[in-house]
């Protein structure tokens, strides 16, 4: 049984999530406290976070950012204000999807499942990409860059996926849109941009050396790292 954590100030919206969600075999804790939260995650080591961002004493992106400090565990945030900074802000620390308030307990469960099915489902797990220095292990989802572990976020993953998979196309902003599961993606804002600038900067890509993921004026990006074989 996979294992949520609810970290919300609002206690009654709290116990609303975890009543819907473990009749379909989830086990939910929740904290109104998200300093009491952090010091639980370390022994609660739940599968997936649901993480308010506006808190009293701690906002959602303090607590997300202290969390990316020492955990890789998907994230859920939920937000009432909905804005576009708020989802790069969150992007940019390692947010794996947004669902805005209010929202229907339906759709929370959909994204949930969504991002179970991106982290554990078997037939992604078929093999291991290879390209120069670099090397993606799908049955582990380990990333390795000259042979060190590099870490990276759900959602970084998954877009460093669809780049390996596709190496020397050109992928269009809306094409990212349609195969990046889980974030509400816009081709028009910035949330693409902040991603792949994220990735890069894991990759050791900078403006003057790019190795793996090209920009591709007026159109996207192109990953162009040179394939060696797959495992």
């Not at 049984?1 to 929740?30: A, T």
């Not at 993480?51 to 009293?56: C, E, G, H, Q, R």
């Not at 969150?90 to 947010?95: D, K, Q, T, V």
């Not at 590099?150 to 809306?174: C, H, K, M, Q």
Request: hydrophobic share 40%; with cysteine.
């Amino acid at each position: 049984m996979s294992k949520i954590m609810v970290i919300d100030d609002d206690v009654k919206l709290s116990n609303l999530i975890k009543d819907f969600l473990e009749p379909h075999k989830y086990h939910v804790v929740c904290f109104n406290s998200p300093v009491i939260a952090i010091d639980k995650i370390k022994t609660t080591k739940p599968d997936l976070i649901i993480l308010d961002i506006m808190m009293p004493d701690m906002d959602g992106f303090q607590v997300l950012k202290k969390i990316r400090e020492f955990l890789q565990t998907p994230v859920i945030m939920l937000t009432a204000r909905g804005e576009v900074s708020d989802r790069i802000v969150g992007l940019e620390l390692g947010a794996d999807d947004y669902l805005p308030k209010p929202f229907e307990p339906r759709e929370l469960l959909a994204r949930i499942q969504s991002v179970f099915r991106r982290t554990q489902s078997p037939g992604q797990l078929v093999e291991t990409l290879l390209f120069d220095n670099l090397s993606i292990n799908k049955l582990k989802q380990e990333v390795l860059l000259n042979g060190e572990a590099i870490v990276l976020s759900t959602t970084e993953y998954e877009a460093l996926l669809l780049f390996a998979e596709n190496p020397g196309r050109e992928l269009d902003r809306d094409f990212l849109v349609e195969n990046l599961r889980g974030i509400r993606w816009q081709s028009y804002d910035r949330s693409i941009d902040v991603l792949v600038s994220r990735l890069r900067l894991k990759l050791g890509d900078t403006p003057s050396k790019t190795n793996y993921i090209k920009t591709v004026h007026g159109v996207g990006y192109m990953f162009i790292g040179e394939p060696q074989n797959k495992k």
